[in-house]
């Protein structure tokens, strides 16, 4: 069995601190979410519990499978491209026609559950994952909602949208302007060139959101800040006696950043020779479709011709290739910034006060 992909986001809350990996076993790949502490099992438990109600929610769409064992939760891995990508696509190419069109069909989606809309009424729920919630007192808001429905987790398989990841379902009232906001924002974080194609401000209003935005970016933030990445009580004074957690924070690291800067590096070299590959196959294709109508524009429910597709592969490809070059030169910085750090180099003088070796 082979890991292909690793993602550490053991900087949240220990409730929520996880490792998700994608593995390969005998040509078939899985996803696994680990919790790095104890107290994050509730979680994936909560995850399991979420699946079944997405699909009460978004009929429309199909929620990745998964199961609980007795290292964590195992996904299926769905084959296929995400929305994400298409949103890449659609600024690489300077369309901003069909962004447009892409966040439109985000926001339908999102809008698409049952029974639509109730006017908002706080909860105790909600104030403890956005904090104060009196603002959109009345607001149109979903009974429930998955707030994990970014364009990064949507993958588009054999014409159905699927929902991959679904860490945030929230089981109580969320105002609808609050959801689609956060669905929205996240891909101009991940791709920065968006904003000169659509600006956030104006793309949000095309999809039909009408409260401040600093409003809404003040939920957003706590739910990351406070809810997510929050300090627990527990944390930081018990290091300094703990001999395990001083050779964890001394080593581990610094370890982990060498292992994925070398695994990047790895993969970014198999990603050149695929981009080689398809590029060379791409040549072929515009001479085989050369009198083609290449116009083009996307739809859930409709495939793309064959050169498209050539081409949405090899954009797809070459942006992989560049995030994957930024995460190696990363964890190649931080490996090189921890081991020559004080921090690093006074924890190693602490190990060998306490007799570690």
Known sequence: MKKLIMKCADERRRAFAMITSVWEDDGKRFVEKCAVHKEGRRHLENMIRYQTLLDEIYPGVRACPAKLTENGLVFDFIEGSSLEDRYRLAASEGDRDALVLYMKSHAELLDSVPGGTVPFEETDSFR?????????????????????????????????????????????????NLVVYHAIRDSYYHIPELESLLPLAEAIALAGVETEQEILQRSYEHFFFSYVYGSDSDAGLSVLTDRKKIDYLANERTLLAERMWRENERAVLVQRSEIDRLTKELEEARKKYADLDQSWFWRWDETRDALQKFREENAALRESLRLMEQDRDTWKSNFETVTNSRSYKDMMKLKGILGRK
Do not use: C, M
């Not at 909602?145 to 054999?158: K, V, Y």
């Open 128 to 176: 403890e994952w956005f904090g104060d919630g009196r603002v959109y007192a009345g607001k149109p808001a979903y009974r429930a909602a998955n707030f994990d429905a970014t364009a990064s987790n949507i993958i588009l398989q054999d014409g159905e949208p699927v929902f991959i990841d679904y860490e945030w379902v929230t089981e109580f009232p969320v105002p609808r």
